[in-house]
């Protein structure tokens, strides 16, 4: 049976990269060689390394533009202690908007001074806060772009004067926008981009060398510029896995092409939870994630028979985070419409029947 | 034609362990689903981290002897700075053997005072140092086991009153010694574990928690104790193919069993080295590896006909670190003893020829 993978991450990648992964784990370009066992300094891995980078900044309309790319270890989760580690010198300002961005404040605590500018947690983090003010005294302003467990997403990038850093580890590479408002934001690889083991970083050259503090080389971002990312051993196969999705999404048409068919799949998905009396979503409405829906049932008795149906059905990975519960649909790039379908054809049934 | 593979690394893994792992890119245990799409705090793969752990928990012969262990992503190099983030609160004694203990010395020198205790510097490290005096007020003592670039390997574990810990990156699996007398080892994945991006490290648990300092939380090995090598998403590629290579150890006999193997190996390289007019070899004899073998031409002139019959035989990754020069032969577990045949076979030729 078909799977309809509706994880939230590590997640569904399109079919024909995990082919070609899993066919270059056995030989990588008629060398001989599998792509594991090949010597990260090879011409043939550095071409590699090299692709996805440039690939990277292309995707997000960076060539050219001062920033680089980076393929880190450590996830997002290292991300919050490296962006204050390198960019912190006195204050930042974060916007908190979930579990991600308040890790990411206890990180950066570590540092400096940590100003919460904006939260949702009076509302369990169901919506994006607006209308606050930005100091313009802040080292940056971190923000989490897409908050894959309460499933809500910026619309609209915050304007403001002091260098933007954000976490889009849920939604880069997702839709168009404009990334050059960003000075630096960070992806772990495991939603829209690869396997789990890799993070994309890109940042603005001119934000780094600021502080005053000594960096260790492994977390120091003007280290790994000038490695090439190869400071030491890279992933390889998350960055050679990285680089076929990144692949797959340029001849996809790019992220406004792949947008405008994660926008078809969202409005689908949320018409029904709207419509269908035996649902209620979670979000706010002018603030639901494109990626990942979450949703609960109005009747809670009708757990049992909705989960059934949905096992039926071939669908995975539904189960909403314990700080929300109900559900939550991960409707990353790679899920196709015909998993949304699915899903929307249990809900449907659940109605009826009930 | 099939390639011996002498890369240093990432390096040869068994081949039944690259089909393994290719198979589970396509699909997990039938699951219908991709090893690199499922969520990690799935049963599957939950399953997989507890038997990685334990597995390398009982191929030390550490299991049920306070330690644990801990399977984390950045290499060796990260390692270099979480050891002394972690332990290091007024001093501690490193004995220097090479590029790798260089590097662990420069990160620690940001968190505290680093003594190094020995070197063998002065002879472009082709030794293993002997005969100094270890200070009893040590935080810890570090050592490099393996020194992959100069082909040195300790012998015997130096005995010490304080903590010993040890990058054992190239060598770590690869022979029967007594692994308690380290209070922590750790060791990139990418010799004789599996593919890059992951880390392993081995920790009595009872040197934790003695530093007044904080620690970001990704780089608190207690932190990552208490998440079972989870507090963020794991690179469950490079864990997975890690357990394939331990079960393949498991499977061979253990540490004992391969340790034998990789003698034998190493015997019938480096006597071809000694016996050959027309090769030298680098490290004294006494501390030559088993892991990585360096020599060099008698008559430099000789390179372009030895590389010809190198690659005319399908020998690949040979040459020599810059910091060497010459040959290194990596001949780590997954190396078969055809390969090491066919090596000698070219140095034989090369000899008879000129």
């Not at 590699?48 to 450590?74: N, P, V």
């Not at 890790?103 to 939260?119: D, H, N, P, R, T």
């Not at 977390?219 to 998350?238: C, E, H, R, W």
């Not at 939870?273 to 990942?292: C, H, L, P, T, V």
Request: aromatic share 10%; net charge negative.
């Amino acid at each position: 049976m078909k799977i309809h993978n509706f994880s939230a991450g590590p997640s569904i990648l399109p079919q024909e990269v995990m082919e070609q992964a899993s066919a270059a784990v056995l030989e990588l370009d008629n060398s001989g060689l599998s792509l594991i066992e090949i010597s990260h300094r090879s011409k043939s891995f550095i071409s590699i390394m090299e692709e996805a980078c440039e690939l990277a900044l292309r995707l997000t309309g960076l060539s050219g533009k001062g920033y680089k790319a980076l393929f880190l270890q450590g996830g997002a989760s290292q991300q919050f202690l490296m962006t204050a580690y390198n960019l912190l010198e006195k204050k930042a300002g974060y916007i908190n908007t979930g579990t991600w961005s308040t890790k990411a404040m206890k990180e950066a605590e570590l540092f400096g001074k940590v100003v919460e500018i904006a939260s949702s947690k009076d509302q369990n983090f169901n919506y994006i806060p607006e209308g606050y003010d930005i100091p313009s005294d802040l080292d940056y302003l971190h923000l989490t772009t897409n908050n894959t467990i309460f499933g809500t997403q910026y619309k609209e990038i915050p304007d403001t004067q002091v260098p933007l850093v954000a976490d889009m580890s849920s939604d880069v590479f997702s839709r168009k926008w404009d990334y050059s408002k960003f000075d630096l934001f960070y992806a772990g690889a495991q939603k829209n981009m690869g396997p789990a083991g890799t993070t994309l970083v890109i940042v603005k050259e001119e934000l780094l060398g600021n502080v005053s503090r000594s960096i260790p080389s492994m977390l120091d971002y003007t280290v790994q510029i000038k490695g090439g990312s190869m400071f030491n051993t890279p992933p390889v196969f998350a960055i050679f896995t990285s680089l076929l999705t990144l692949r797959w999404i340029e001849a996809q048409g790019g992220v406004e092409a792949i947008g405008k068919k994660n926008s078809i799949k969202a409005t689908h998905l949320y018409g029904e939870i709207d419509k269908n009396s035996k649902f209620i979503g979670f979000a706010a409405q002018k603030d639901r994630s494109e990626m990942n829906a979450t949703f609960n049932l109005v009747d809670p008795q009708l757990a049992a028979p909705f989960d059934a149906l949905c096992e039926a059905a071939g669908i995975s990975g539904l189960k909403g985070h314990r700080s929300v519960g109900g559900y939550r649909a991960s409707i990353y790039n790679a899920l196709p419409m015909k998993s949304i379908e699915t899903l929307v054809d249990c809900m449907q049934v659940l109605e009826k029947k009930y």
